[in-house]
C-alpha cells in the first residue's frame, strides 16, 4: 500500500509540475507585455521598465521559472500586477465561490442523476427510459454558454426572478449551478443506467434473487454497489472537467470564483495569478482523482493491496 | 362417475408448460408443452443440447425468467400452489426457503463486493430474521457442512479468495442454507474442473440424502445422470422427447434423438473407430421444423414424421417418449 501511495504521490507531483511549466511557458508566449498593458499606451518607457523590474521580469526567463518553483513549494506565486496583493491570496479569495459552485453542481447530478438513471434501468425502452435518455443526450450536446444565456433570458428578462449575474443575493448561485450540473447530470444518468443494466445481467444477481432477496434489496444492495465501481471512476474523471466547465459558466453569470478571476488575469496578463490560478485547478484534479482511486480500493476488494 | 380427488401430490408438478421470449421479430417459443413431475426427495435429470431449453425450464420454476421472457402458457405447481398465477414477489418468497439453486458458473455467481459470510449470513438475517451474530454463526455451520475447512475464519474471505470448486461449495452452501424442499442444479459442475467435478457431484448426492430434498440436475452430462439421477428426461427443441427411468432409457432409449446422444458417448473399448455424431444441427427455435421438430436429422424418419407432431406417449418400463416409432424403436440392439 505504501509504495502504491509513494508511485502515486510521486506522479501527482510530475504531472502538477508539468502544468505549471506549460502555463509558465504558455502565458509568456501570448502577445502583450504586463506593464504595458497595465500601464496604457501612454507610459514612458522609463515607467514601464521600473514596474517590470519591480516584478522580477527584467530577469531571464529560467531565472523567473525557477524562482515560480522554488516558491509554489511553500503557496507563494508572488505579488498580482494587477490587485496588487499575493495571488495566493487572490486565489483564496475566489477558491470559495468556485468549490461551492462545483459542490453544488455535483450534488444536483448525483442526487438527481442516480435515480433518474436507476428507473431508466429497471425498465429499459419503458417511457421514463426515453424520456430521460432524450433530455440527457439534449443536456450533453447543448453548450454551457448557451444554456446560461438562455437561462438569463428566461428567469432573468422575463421572469425577473433571479439575478442575472453575480454573488451578491443568495439566489445566484442558482442558474450557474444548474448550468454546471446539466452535462454532469446527463453524464451521470448515462453511466449510472448503462453500468446498472450491465450489472442486472450479472450472475451474482440472479443468485441474490434465487436467494428470495427482494427486488429493492437485490438491486439496492447487490446490483448498486457492484454499479459504483465504474461510475465513481468516470465521476471523478468528470468532477474534473467541472472545474474546467466552471471557466466559461462563471465568466457568463460573472461569477467570482476561480474561472473569472483566471480570465480576467490572462486578459491583464496578470502572470502570477494565471500561474497560480492553474496550479490549483490542477491540484485540484489531482486530488479528486487520488480520492477516487482509494475509494475503488474501497468498493472494491480484488484491487485492494495486500489483503 | 366422479373421479376421485387425487390424494397424492407431487412436490413439483409441472404442466405444459410454455415461454415465449420477446423479441422485434416476434419472439419464439423456448419452451412448448413441457411436462414432467418430481417426487419429494426424488432426482430428475432434464438432459439435452445447449438450447433444448433445460435452463429456462428452471428459470420459469425459480421465477428468474429474464425480462424480455414470459410463461406463455401452463402451470407450475409447487406443492400444489399454482407458482404461474401467483404474483412475482411470492414465488421469490418461496425461493431459498423452498427452492433453492445452484449455477452453472461459481465464478460470477457469487458478488465480488462482498464477504462470503456476509452473502450466506445475509440469507439467515433477510429471510429468518437472525440477528447478525446468529446469522453468522449458521453461515459457518452451512459452510462447514459443505466441506470447506476452516470455516469459521474464511467468512471474512472475498469470493477471489477462493478457488473455483470451493466457490461452487459455496454457491452450494447458500441454495441449501435454508433447507429447501427442492434444490434445482443448473450445470453445477460445467464449468469446473474434471477432478473437482466428481467432488462436487457427490457433496450434492451427499446433501440431498441428509436433507431429503428433490433434486432437478440440468445438465448436457450424460454420466452424471447415470450417477446420480432416478429418473431422466431428454429435451430437445424447447420438448421434452422421453422421459422415465436413467437405466431404461439409456439402456433401451424410446426416441431417435436419446439414442443418437447415448451413441455419441465415446467408448473406451472402440478407439479405433470414429465418433458416433448426430448429423445436423439443432433447429432454430424462430423457425423450427413442422411435425417432429427431430425428423430432418433423425435416421428413423419417415413421411409421416414430417406432417404430424407425435404426442407423447406412455410406453413399457414407465416411460414416455414423444415418437411416432418408439416401439420400434425400443426393440433395437443396446447401443454399445
Known sequence: ?307 | MTVPKQIHEPLLAVESLAVRFGGVDGGFLALEDVSFQLEAGETLSLLGESGSGKSVTAQAVMALLPGNAEISGGHIAFSGEDLVSLPRSRTRALCGTQMGMIFQDPLTALNPVFTVGDQIAELFQVRQGYGRRTAWSAAADVIDAVGIPDARHRLNAYPHQFSGGMRQRLVIAMAIALKPRLLIADEPTTALDVTVQAQIMELIGNLQRETGMALLLITHDLGVVADVTDRVAIMYAGRIVETGPVRVVYDHPAHPYTRGLMSSIPSLDESDGPLSTIPGLPPNPRDRPSGCPFHPRCSFAKPVCAVERPPMRALSGGRMAACHFAEEVVRLDPVS
Not at chain 1, 99 to 118: K, R
Not at chain 1, 143 to 162: C, Y
Request: aromatic letters at 8%.
Open chain 1, 1 to 307: 500500500m505504501s509504495g502504491y501511495l509513494a508511485h502515486r504521490l510521486l506522479s501527482s507531483f510530475v504531472v502538477i509540475l508539468g502544468a505549471a511549466t506549460i502555463i509558465f511557458v504558455a502565458i509568456r508566449a501570448v502577445p502583450g507585455d504586463p506593464a504595458i498593458v497595465m500601464l496604457g499606451p501612454s507610459a514612458t518607457p522609463e515607467q514601464i521598465a521600473a514596474l517590470r523590474s519591480s516584478y522580477g521580469l527584467d530577469q531571464s526567463v529560467f531565472s523567473q521559472y525557477l524562482q515560480f518553483l522554488i516558491r509554489m513549494v511553500t503557496f507563494d506565486f508572488g505579488p498580482s500586477f494587477r490587485l496588487g496583493m499575493p495571488a495566493g491570496q487572490v486565489i483564496a479569495n475566489a477558491l470559495p465561490a468556485t468549490a461551492s459552485l462545483a459542490f453544488i453542481s455535483l450534488c444536483v447530478a448525483l442526487v438527481a442523476g442516480f435515480p433518474l438513471g436507476i428507473v431508466s434501468a429497471l425498465r429499459p425502452n419503458g417511457w421514463v427510459d426515453r424520456v430521460v435518455s432524450i433530455f440527457s443526450m439534449t443536456g450533453q450536446a447543448l453548450p454551457s454558454f448557451w444554456v446560461g444565456i438562455m437561462l438569463v433570458l428566461i428567469f432573468s428578462r422575463t421572469l425577473r426572478i433571479l439575478p442575472s449575474g453575480g454573488a451578491e443575493s443568495p439566489g445566484a448561485i442558482l442558474m450557474p449551478a444548474l448550468t454546471l450540473a446539466l452535462p454532469f447530470l446527463s453524464v451521470v444518468v448515462r453511466l449510472v443506467r448503462s453500468g446498472l443494466l450491465e450489472v442486472l445481467g450479472e450472475g451474482y444477481v440472479q443468485t441474490a434473487r434465487a436467494k428470495g432477496l427482494k427486488e429493492t434489496r437485490v438491486v439496492g444492495r447487490h446490483a448498486l454497489r457492484n454499479m459504483l465501481i465504474p461510475v465513481v471512476t468516470i465521476v471523478g474523471l468528470e468532477l474534473g472537467g467541472l472545474l474546467g466547465g466552471a471557466v466559461i459558466v462563471e465568466t457568463v453569470f460573472a461569477w467570482p470564483g476561480l474561472g473569472r478571476l483566471l480570465i480576467d488575469s490572462i486578459a491583464a496578463r496578470d502572470y502570477s495569478v494565471v500561474q497560480a490560478c492553474v496550479v490549483v485547478l490542477v491540484l485540484g484534479f489531482v486530488l479528486i482523482n487520488l480520492v477516487v482511486d482509494l475509494l475503488y480500493g474501497f468498493l472494491d476488494p480484488r484491487v485492494r493491496v495486500g489483503s
